[in-house]
C-alpha cells in the first residue's frame, strides 16, 4: 500500500485543522463534568467545529453516526456517543477528525471526570507522555518500530498493557490511510518514514491485559478484564529535523515542549 507525501501547503491546511481540534478539546474541559451525557458533548462538539467552517469527519465514515468517539472508563476507543450520563470518577477519552479545505486532522484526549482515584490520574498522565516519547522519536528515515516500541517499553514498567488489534495511521486526505503505527513492535515496522508523511499515533492503554471486544452497538471497544483505559492522539508530520505536531494550538507548543521535554 501506498503512503503519501504530503506538500507544505497540505501541511499547513491540516495544520488549521489541528489547531480548531485542539481548541475544541479546550472548550470541552468546562462541558466534560459529573451530569452530562456523551451524546451532549458530542452535541457541543458538532456546533463548536461546525461554528469554526469545519466537518466533523467521523460523522458518516463507515456509517459512524456521531461527530465524535466518547469512551468511558473501560471503553477504549469508538464509544458511541449516547445517553449515558458521566458521573465522579469516571475518566473519559474523546476522539475526534476535523476536515477543511480538502484535508484531515486526528487527535484525542482522556479527560478526568471531577476527583478520579490515582491508579486512574497516572493511567491519564502516563498515556500522554508515552504519545510523547513515540513523538520524540519521529525523523526522516526512522522505522515505525522506533515509535511503536518506545510506547510499549514506557508503559509495560508500570504494569500496563497496549490494545493490539488498533493502532495509529496515516492521515490527511483521508480519516485512514497508510502507515499504521501500532503501538508494539511488528514484522513490517521496519518501513521507514520519509519527510512529508503524515501520521496520527494514538496509544489505547490499559491497566489490563489489553484483550478487548466490540459492543453489541458495532462499534464500541471495550476491555474483556473491565479495566480502565486512556487513550491520547496527535497528528504529526515527518520533517528533515524531526517531527512537527500539527493538531497543538501554535502558541502552546513551547510549553508543551519543556512539559515533554521534546
Not at 465514515?61 to 469516571?90: Q, T, W
Amino acid at each position: 500500500m501506498m503512503i503519501y507525501i504530503k506538500t507544505k501547503d497540505e501541511i499547513e491546511r491540516i495544520r488549521e485543522c489541528g489547531i480548531i481540534s485542539a481548541m475544541l478539546f479546550e472548550y470541552l474541559n468546562i462541558y466534560v463534568q459529573p451530569g452530562i451525557t456523551t451524546k451532549e458533548l458530542d452535541r457541543i462538539a458538532e456546533a463548536f467545529i461546525r461554528r469554526h467552517n469545519a466537518v466533523p469527519s467521523f460523522k458518516g465514515y463507515m456509517d459512524f453516526p456521531a461527530s465524535i468517539c466518547a469512551s468511558v472508563n473501560e471503553e477504549v476507543i469508538h464509544g458511541l456517543p449516547c445517553s449515558r450520563k458521566l458521573k465522579e470518577g469516571d475518566i473519559i477519552g474523546i476522539d475526534v477528525g476535523i476536515q477543511k479545505n480538502g484535508v484531515i486532522s486526528d487527535s484525542a484526549k482522556s479527560y478526568a471526570v471531577g476527583r478520579i482515584s490515582k491508579q486512574d490520574q497516572d493511567l491519564l498522565t502516563r498515556t500522554e507522555l508515552a504519545l510523547y516519547k513515540g513523538i520524540a522519536k519521529v525523523k526522516n528515515n526512522c522505522e515505525i518500530n522506533d515509535i511503536g516500541g518506545t510506547i510499549l517499553d514506557y508503559i509495560k514498567q508500570f504494569g500496563y498493557d497496549v490494545i493490539k488489534e488498533y493502532c495509529g495511521h496515516g492521515v490527511g486526505y483521508k480519516n485512514h490511510e497508510e502507515p499504521e503505527i501500532p503501538n508494539y513492535r511488528y514484522t513490517k515496522g521496519k518501513r521507514k518514514l520519509k519527510t512529508g508523511t503524515v501520521i496520527a499515533i494514538e496509544p489505547m492503554i490499559t491497566l489490563g491485559q489489553g484483550e478487548q471486544f466490540v459492543l453489541d452497538d458495532g462499534w464500541t471497544v471495550v476491555t474483556i478484564d473491565g479495566k480502565n483505559s486512556a487513550h491520547f492522539e496527535h497528528t504529526v508530520a515527518v520533517t528533515d529535523n524531526g517531527f512537527d505536531i500539527l493538531t497543538v494550538k501554535p502558541e502552546d507548543l513551547s510549553e508543551i515542549k519543556k512539559k515533554f521535554n521534546l
